[in-house]
Structures are given as C-alpha cells and as structure tokens.
C-alpha cells in the first residue's frame, strides 16, 4: 500500500525491512544502564508516508524547486534536516542506491550503493553527511 501511495516500488531491501518491522530504531546506553530509543535509522511506515508527503506537497506550493517524487525519503540525520533516500527512476522504480540531501543547499548526492551498505557505514561510523 505505501508504494502505491507514494507511486515507487521499493528495493527490496528496504521491502523485506517494512515487512518485518515497521522502521528501525538506534538505541543507546548510558553507563551499561538501560536502553534508550535514539533516533530512526529507518522511519516507520507511518513516517515514510507523511515526510514524503510533506516534500511533494513543497514543491507543489514552489518552496523548493526539486521534484520529490523522483525521491523516496526513508530516514534523517538528525540534524540540519539532512534526509536519506532512494532516486526514483522514470519507471517509477527505485534504484538501489542510496542518497542523501540537504536541504539548506537543496543538493543530492550518492552516499552508499544500498541500504545494507548505508546501514552498516552509518552505524559504524564510517559514512558522514
């Protein structure tokens, strides 16, 4: 349903992620003590659809010049507003690859050529934005 409401049929990674799990999300520990939610590394369902909804609907009313439904946004930094997702290909397919834009610029680039590779960077620490 939700690549129907967004018109883009997901890679199946992120596919087989939302099937299992509505989002992922980072917990940290303070001092070994209990776990605490962090931030989404993948938004849930409900998230995915409003974001994305909110983008397209800035574009429709000329606050940003980008088309988002070439776009499917699936998670945030955390800070700047920085957002992650899949490109949109004309066959209303996403590719794999993951990119990264950042609104103040309202640039884009590839960050990671998959999720699986996305995922692991960012938490490792290894990907930054």
Known sequence: K????????????LRSLLLETDGAMDKISIHGGEYFDNMWLIWSIAEIVEQNFFFRKQTEEGIYDRD??????????????????????????????????????????????????????????????
């Open 2 to 13: 939700i690549e129907a409401d967004l018109k883009a049929r997901f890679p199946q990674s």
């Open 68 to 129: 988002f439904t070439k776009l499917v946004f699936f998670a945030g930094a955390g800070f700047d507003g920085i957002l992650f997702g899949f490109p949109v290909l004309e066959d209303c397919i996403c590719a794999p690859e993951v990119m990264v834009w950042y609104p103040i610029s309202d640039k884009s680039n590839i960050l990671a050529p998959t999720l699986q590779d996305f995922l692991r960077g960012w938490l490792m620490g290894t990907l930054s934005v």
